[in-house]
């Protein structure tokens, strides 16, 4: 093998190494924003599940019968705050609540919380 052989496979082992360090840091820097994802999600999870366990927990002291604070077209409070979330794309449901609603899909359980409990008053 001549000396510029050597020399030209060198410079070109050398470019390789160059492009997969690249291409190393790259997936070592979508891993970390992936974690970062994974915990926010885990984190927003958590909070929504408190939220609307909070929220069932205020809503729950069976004042269906007293309950003329709502008048027409007005929801109670704690219903509204399920609807925002809801509408922010998240499901409220037990089925799968806290999870996003993925392309804003509608849930029928969802639904049935948010509408079947307006329907009841
Ligand atoms: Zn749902």
């Given at each position: 093998?001549?000396t ?21 840091e ?10 970062i ?14 939220r ?19 008048k ?10 399920l ?6 794309g998240?499901h409220?449901?037990?089925?799968s ?25």
């Amino acid at each position: 093998m001549e000396t510029r052989d050597i020399v030209t496979r060198l410079n070109t082992l050398s470019e390789q190494l160059g492009q997969m360090q690249t291409e190393l840091e790259t997936i070592i820097d979508e891993w970390g924003k992936e974690l970062i994802k994974n915990q926010d999600l885990q984190m927003e999870n958590h909070y929504l599940r408190e939220r609307v366990n909070q929220l069932l927990a205020n809503d729950q002291p069976e004042e269906k019968e007293a309950a003329p604070e709502e008048k027409d077209g007005q929801r109670s409070p704690a219903l509204q705050n399920l609807l925002n979330i809801y509408e922010d794309g998240f499901h409220i449901c037990n089925i799968s609540y806290g999870q996003r609603r993925e392309n804003a899909e509608q849930c029928m359980f969802c639904l049935d919380i948010l509408y079947g409990m307006e329907g009841k008053r």
